[in-house]
């Protein structure tokens, strides 16, 4: 029998959540943009920009972006690693990654593109200078196996980049979580049409680990000096960590 993990607050079998989570985003990709900007107030931009501008990455680099969705960390990091560099957009989602190779294109940007599970990265050991991922690792039943093969792929001196949402500043906490249970599936209701997509959102969001915990799970998989921004309260976090020289 398979183990059990959560869907949400639901508990399901280990072997399930990867096609719970896929239908959820196949729901909501051709809405996703528009929801984030809704759902955030248009904060999730400056949350990505400040994980690039904390990334050290530079031209030049090669820079792996999983569960890149639609695509925005992948195409701010390949603004920054101009002609010389390389940034691949990868997500398990083939509409997700659709939506972002869509928008990439439209904006001028063309990157290569790899529909893969980040708990089995196509790549060799060693490959990029910077492995990020927003948003996504939430969403993945092996975080741990994720995390591992993050710091695999990565060369030695490489920056891996955790954009998450996390656990909020103690006092804030009520009012976000009545935000987060009554206002989210609202919206995700009337703008994306799916009401229980978004009632995910807020329960993935209660399980995932806190800051310190999710260090702890970094350092784990092989990183050092882990460490993590608060971002709006701790709404979202950036954990940064380097792979060993
Ligand atoms: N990174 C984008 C952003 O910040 O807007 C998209 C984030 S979206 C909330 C989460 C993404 O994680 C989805 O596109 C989903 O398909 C992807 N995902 C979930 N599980 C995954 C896995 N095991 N491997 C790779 N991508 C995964």
Known sequence: MSKTTHFGFE?????EKAGRVRDVFDRVASRYDLMNDLMSLG????????????????????????????????????????????????DINASMLTVGRDRLLDAGVAIPVALCDAQHLPFPAGSFDCVSVGFGL??????????????????????LMVLEFSTVWAPLRSAY?????????????????????????????????????????????????????NLAAGVATVHRGYKTA
Do not use: C
């Not at 931009?45 to 530079?58: D, H, L």
């Not at 989210?184 to 310190?212: K, N, T």
């Open 177 to 229: 979580d009545r935000y987060s249970f009554n206002v989210l599936p609202w919206l995700g209701a009337r703008i994306a049409g799916d009401e229980s997509a978004y009632r995910y959102l807020a329960e993935s969001i209660r399980l995932h680990p806190d800051q310190v915990t999710l260090a702890g799970m970094i350092e784990r998989a092989g990183l050092e000096r882990v460490e993590y921004f």
């Open 43 to 90: 904060l999730h931009r400056g949350w990505k920009a400040f994980t690039v501008a904390i990334s050290g990455v530079r031209p030049g680099d090669r820079v792996l972006d999983v569960a890149g969705g639609s695509g925005d960390l992948a195409r701010a990091f390949a603004k920054r690693v101009g002609a010389r560099g390389e940034v691949w957009l990868t």
């Open 138 to 159: 939430r969403n993945m039943t092996g975080k741990e196996a994720a995390l591992a093969e993050m710091a695999r792929v990565l060369k030695p001196g490489g920056r």
């Open 11 to 15: 508990p399901v079998g280990e072997h």
